[in-house]
């Protein structure tokens, strides 16, 4: 990626398959990566990620053309596709490494994603306390090949049918104007 504009956010919602999926139909995302972020240990591996022990979260490293959709935008869609407040916990995967967390890269990234979180408790969007972390971002491991594009490449795959599937159907629904055109 050559373009200067571009601008990157870092965010955890459970299982990086799915929010992977999510984000890449969106208009001006250029390029989601799954990986790993927020823990002790440099370079983990998936088999260590999923002990929990490591503190990493499962996320996605995205980048974004702010012409076309905002930081704002994004954050949005990430509430919408994904429980904020359960802990540790998004459906059937459960741990520290499933938790909804959003990795700032700058000040204005942490005051967006705190207006937003005190915007949907005022009006009590969710029936539950949103329990999403706000850290600054730390070093992203990309996560094997084989976790890339994950959805795209499996959807037959019965986790993306009954996971991802109904959050993809949401985004269509909600978001429908910030779709990729195919």
């Known amino acids: 990626m050559d373009n200067a504009n571009l601008k990157k956010?870092?965010?955890a919602?459970?299982?990086f398959w799915c929010t992977e999926a999510v984000f890449q139909r969106l208009e001006g995302v250029v390029k989601v990566n799954s990986g790993f972020t927020g823990g002790k240990i440099k370079n983990p591996a998936y088999r260590e990620i999923i002990t929990g022990r490591t503190?990493?979260?499962e996320a996605i490293e995205l980048y974004f053309d702010p012409e076309k959709i905002?930081?704002?935008e994004l954050l949005l869609v990430f509430f919408a596709t994904?429980?904020?407040?359960?802990l540790n916990r998004q459906q059937n995967d459960v741990g520290t490494q499933y938790r909804s967390a959003i990795f700032y890269h700058d000040e204005e990234?942490?005051?967006t994603a705190?207006?937003?979180i005190s915007l949907l408790e005022e009006q009590k969007s969710f029936k539950d306390p949103v329990v999403t972390e706000i850290t600054e971002a730390s070093a992203f491991y990309v996560a094997e090949q084989e976790h890339q594009d994950f959805y795209n490449r499996h959807?037959?795959?019965p986790y993306c049918q009954y996971i991802i599937d109904p959050k993809i159907t949401k985004l269509k629904e909600l978001f429908s104007n910030k779709l990729k055109k195919n």
């Open 9 to 11: 956010a870092t965010l």
């Open 13 to 15: 919602g459970g299982c």
């Open 55 to 57: 503190g990493h979260a």
């Open 70 to 72: 905002t930081y704002e």
């Open 82 to 86: 994904h429980d904020p407040t359960t």
């Open 109 to 111: 990234q942490a005051e």
């Open 114 to 116: 705190r207006n937003i």
């Open 155 to 157: 959807r037959q795959q």
